[in-house]
């Protein structure tokens, strides 16, 4: 998603600017925490259940499992990006 690759590119610029990124910290950090507490876009239907059509399924019984793995790529991007800061930064973070 866009919000993943904006993180990334800070976690970049993070990483070129060390210490001196810290005054952009309040601004970005909302929106990377924001992204790291989304819950998972998971649903539970038959193999007729059109909501299941943009998910990654998994059959399990008679149901199938479906899960939006975007939302998990962006939760797992910004977990990414908080250790990043927590290693560039260290103390200052």
């Known amino acids: 998603t866009e919000a993943s690759y904006m993180h990334q590119a800070c976690g970049r610029i993070c990483r070129c600017l060390g210490e ?3 005054a952009y910290l309040p601004a ?3 929106s ?3 992204s790291a507490n989304l819950a998972p876009d998971i649903k539970l239907g038959d193999d007729d259940d059109s909501e299941l059509e943009e998910m990654e399924t998994v059959q399990v019984g008679d149901s ?10 962006e939760k797992a991007t910004a977990c990414h990006m908080i250790v990043t800061y927590i290693h560039e930064l260290g103390p200052a973070f």
């Open 28 to 30: 970005l950090l909302p």
């Open 20 to 22: 001196e990124y810290v």
């Open 64 to 73: 199938r499992v479906g899960i939006k793995t975007s939302v998990l790529e």
């Open 32 to 34: 990377l925490l924001r």
